[in-house]
């Protein structure tokens, strides 16, 4: 890699050059290209490989593989984000168009804000096919794979599905030792995929290439499909609750979300796409998706077996390694956010028994804060509550003997909360669920039941 070279203002075009599964190795190869330079090839592998699929499955696994290609490949296109994208080893319908263009537009939303570009409206997926006749059922068995990512979310649907009977595999994607920990701890039968980046985009960012957030739970959700294809399971299940759908507003710009593939738009339109295109037996969804982050983490606080072991902290996670020295470092918008979101649920020794200290009562983190209360700040660019959530859990606070006089307590008393309404600080109704969601009809009374109890 000595002679590589990287011209982004020379480069004009993006190419998904091919795409294949090898049933032997279990190894799924997603190779693309710009239009100079040399090709980028991503490797994603199965374990429990050699897979055996009759006719229907891999006729579905193949459609499944295009989509992750198509979605993977917005790790690479954004290293020059060039005007034109090309499709060499298959064509596309109108509907794959679409989807694709919304993902890229929404899911880099925060990478273009941050790089001062514009994509709405620039990114042309080329249409070359006709809308495929409806896809079949292929016979999938009742099981669902859950994604399971080390923090709350995930831990409170393992546990919500296993009150409901049913049957479940935990599932992540990468080496995350945190992450292994935590879906050791379930006590369920657990899948871990593999993921390597094609080495050259590292040696571009090094030569100028642009870089920021991607959507990565939309890939992580292709890989998954995938996975359930070849799992035989017909469920795969994903924690983001409906707070995803709410980006940060910004001045002069509007809202950028910056977990856009975490919102209902997304789900909504993957899972129709999937039974649209892949198999109509197939069933995409967020187990959390009609409840708030506060629902969710007073959920949460109900369940002790994962105190030692849970992290969300999104310094803890590297795309080059990970730092597990500490599971919380108390100083990012998600260890803020979560300590903040299980406080009012929570008696307050256990949770500083988790986050091994206060952070409430620490004066210098009022700016981390303060952002995500969107006072004199927007939310901050991270997986974190509405700011309306975060201000009724203040209140909330505000309110209790065991936190009032802690100094971030004691300053949102003083100084934001004469600035707001009374309605801005109410905890109650920002606990009911939301009717927007996918979850199938058997498993969404019990849910409701259990969130409820």
């Known amino acids: 890699m000595a002679d590589f ?6 480069i004009q075009a993006f190419r998904f050059l091919r795409c294949h599964f090898d049933e032997a190795s279990g190894v799924a190869s997603l190779v693309y290209a710009f239009d100079q330079g040399p090709e980028l090839t991503e490797t994603i592998r199965f374990p429990a490989a050699p897979y055996q699929l009759d006719v229907a499955r891999r006729d579905a696994v193949e459609q499944a593989l295009r989509l992750l290609h198509l979605i993977a490949g917005v790790s690479y296109f954004k290293a020059a984000a060039p005007s034109r994208i090309e499709i060499d080893g298959y064509s596309i319908d109108a509907d794959t168009a679409a989807l694709m263009t919304e993902l890229y537009e929404n899911g880099l939303g925060e990478f273009a804000y941050r790089n001062g570009m514009v994509l709405r409206g620039k990114i042309r997926f080329p249409v070359a096919a006709d809308r495929p006749a409806p896809a079949p059922a292929i016979g999938l068995r009742k099981h ?5 990512g080390g923090g709350k979310d995930s831990l409170v649907s393992i546990e919500a599905l296993r009150k409901a009977g ?3 595999t935990v599932v992540w994607v990468g080496s995350s030792p945190l992450i292994k920990a935590c879906a050791e701890r379930t006590g369920l039968p657990m899948l871990n995929i593999g993921r390597s980046l094609a080495p050259e985009l590292f040696e571009m960012n090094k030569l100028g290439a642009l870089n920021g957030h991607i959507p990565v739970t939309a890939i992580n959700s292709a890989i998954l499909v995938l996975a359930a294809l070849l ?3 017909d469920q795969v299940v994903f924690s983001n609750e409906r707070s995803a759908s709410y980006g940060s507003l910004i001045p002069g710009t509007g809202e950028v979300n910056h977990q856009w593939s975490k ?11 999937l039974r649209s295109h892949v198999a109509s037996d197939v069933n995409y969804f967020s187990l959390i998706r009609p409840f708030s982050e506060l629902a969710v983490a007073r959920q949460f606080a109900r369940i002790d077996h994962y105190d030692a072991h849970f992290s969300s902290c999104n310094r803890n996670f590297h795309l080059l390694g990970e730092r597990p020295a500490q599971r919380w470092c108390g100083a990012c918008p998600k260890c803020h956010f979560v300590f903040l979101a299980l406080a009012p649920f929570m008696p307050k020794p256990r949770l500083m028994g988790i986050f091994g200290r206060n952070l409430l009562d620490e004066p210098d983190q009022a700016p981390g804060f303060d952002a995500l209360l969107e006072f004199q700040d927007h939310k901050p660019f991270e997986c974190v509550g509405e700011g309306r959530e975060s201000r009724a859990a203040m209140a909330a606070l505000a309110a209790n003997p065991s936190w009032r006089e802690d100094a971030l307590v004691a300053r949102f008393v003083r100084e934001i909360r004469p600035q707001l309404e009374t309605v801005d600080l109410m905890l109650e109704p920002l606990l009911e669920p939301s009717d927007d969601h996918g979850i199938p009809t058997p498993l969404w009374i019990p849910l409701l039941e259990n969130f409820r109890a």
Request: no cysteine.
């Open 5 to 10: 070279q990287f011209d982004r203002q020379a």
């Open 144 to 148: 669902a794979l859950v994604a399971i």
């Open 166 to 168: 049913v049957a479940q």
């Open 231 to 233: 799992h035989d399971a």
């Open 263 to 273: 919102g209902w738009a997304f789900e909504r339109d993957f899972a129709a796409h």
